[in-house]
């Protein structure tokens, strides 16, 4: 497992929209924003079962994390590694980030019915670029 820097973690600790991309079935790549999380080094994201970023990662767990600074685009993190499917916690994740993200303490966009999924990603390549 890789860790991240410290200036790595400050970037993904901000409110800053990320975007995930898993591997389609016929090995093409799907990209969908995401909001992010921190756990210790493991990055967090969260979808619902049955969405694409659930179905491609039960299949092939490999999923890649970014975020870019709106304010100078040439500073970025990628996080790439092997995504872990977690039920258990993911309303508590999905909360937290709605809380970061949009200042509400509970997720308002739910779905009747839906099952919230965390994906939980450890660290295998983290690339860091400090900005212009």
Not at 117 to 122: E, N, S
């Amino acid at each position: 497992m890789t860790k991240l820097s410290d200036d790595a973690r400050k970037l993904l600790d901000r409110p800053l929209p990320g975007w995930a991309t898993t591997v389609r079935p016929d090995g093409s790549l799907h990209n969908t924003v995401v909001w992010v999380g921190l756990d210790g080094d493991d990055v967090l994201i969260n979808t619902a079962v049955g969405r694409a970023k659930e179905r491609h990662l039960s299949a092939d767990a490999r999923v890649s994390v970014s975020v870019l600074d709106p304010d100078d685009a040439f500073h970025w993190v990628t996080v790439s590694g092997r995504g872990v499917l977690e039920r258990d916690g993911a309303d508590d994740v999905i909360n937290a980030l709605s809380k970061k993200y949009i200042g509400e303490d509970v997720y308002p966009f739910r779905q009747e019915g839906e099952q919230r999924v965390t994906v939980r990603i450890a660290p295998e390549n983290v690339i860091y670029n400090t900005g212009g």
